[in-house]
Structures are given as C-alpha cells and as structure tokens.
C-alpha cells in the first residue's frame, strides 16, 4: 500500500486548545496573585506567641550612652617619616651617525630628490594599542648599481621593539636612483596619529 495516499485529518485544533489553556493559567495565576496581595497587605501583623498588646505611650526618656573616645594617636617621634630623594632623571644620549652621498655627509632633505619609492612605515597595531610612541634614526646601506636598500640598522633605537621593526621593514623597500647614494641616514618619528620621517 501507497503511504502518499492515505489521508490525515488536520490536528491544528490540538494546537489552539493548548494554546488557550496556557493562556487561561496564566490569567488565572494573575488573579490570584493580585488577590493574595490585597488581603495581606490589610490584615495586620501579629506575631505567633504574642499575646500581650502594647499601647501607644510616649517614649521613655533614655540616658545617652557613653561614648568611647578613639585611643590618642601613637607617638610621632616613635615613627620617623622617611626621607625619599628622587632618582636623577639621566638625558638620553642621542648620537648623531654620518651619512653619505657620494663620500659626504648630507641630511635626508638633500637626498630626499634621489628617493625613487619611499614607503612610509606602518605604525603598528600593536605599537597603537599600547600607545607607544617615539622617535629614532636608521641607517640605509645602498647599492650603488640598482639604487636598492642592501641594509637597514636602528642606530638610534626609536625606544620600542615593536616600532624598531616597523621602521627597518619600511625602510629595505625604499629605492634610489642608481649610483648616487652610498649610505643615508633617516630620522623618524611615531606619534598615536602615524609615522613621520
């Protein structure tokens, strides 16, 4: 026998039956609830024993109690107060490296018409979350032949680790126009706002 064809009444009458009961629980629960709570709230409280009924009578007048005075404070001189010094605050030794151009020192604004692709460096996530800043200065090696970064060091450390190594990955993609610089020196600096150099 064919189960497609065999007929089955509808049972969405079971479905609204409960769905009327459920609300006729709650309703009633309702009820009873708000019912409860106005007899209770009339009928006055006596507890269970008692069986003597105190009448409204002024308060007698009680004597205030003593109060207990705090001990005197600890001899002062017993404690003597420590003297701290700050520690000195030492200037961080900034050291200037040479660059070259050609055999000659010259800033980055000299060279900066050399600069074929300068990338900027990337501030990083890590750097931005922990709101690490600073500045340093790194140093470029350059082939003179293709104008590529053979080498990049910190020699002043921006003061992080993480923005250390943003700066050197920037810095071996730049490029410079073949055979004009030997070595460069760059400045840069990390504020919350990016990188500058």
């Known amino acids: 026998m064919n189960t497609a064809l065999v007929y089955r009444p509808s049972r969405r009458w079971l479905v609204w039956a409960a769905f009327a009961c459920a609300a006729g629980i709650h309703i009633g629960a309702i009820l009873v609830a708000q019912g ?12 269970v024993g008692v069986d003597i009924e105190v009448a409204n009578k002024d308060p007698e007048e009680t004597p205030p109690e003593d109060v207990a005075m705090p001990p005197p404070p600890p001899d002062l001189e017993a404690f003597p107060e420590e003297i701290r010094t700050p520690l000195p605050v030492r200037p961080r030794k900034k050291t200037r490296v040479a660059s070259f151009v ?7 604004g000299d060279v900066r018409a050399l600069v074929t692709y300068a990338p900027r460096p990337v501030y990083p996530y890590e750097a931005r979350r922990q709101r690490i800043t600073g500045s340093g200065l790194a140093l470029l090696t350059v082939a003179s032949a293709d104008g590529t970064v053979v080498d990049v060091r910190m020699a002043q450390s921006c003061g992080s680790v993480i923005l250390d190594n943003a700066t050197l990955d920037a810095f071996r993609r730049w490029h410079f126009k073949p055979g004009t610089v030997e070595r460069v020196q760059v400045p840069i600096t990390y504020t919350l706002t990016g990188a500058s150099y």
């Open 102 to 108: 050609r055999g000659t020192a010259a800033p980055l």
């Open 36 to 47: 409860k709570s106005d007899k209770s709230a009339a009928q006055d409280f006596k507890p």
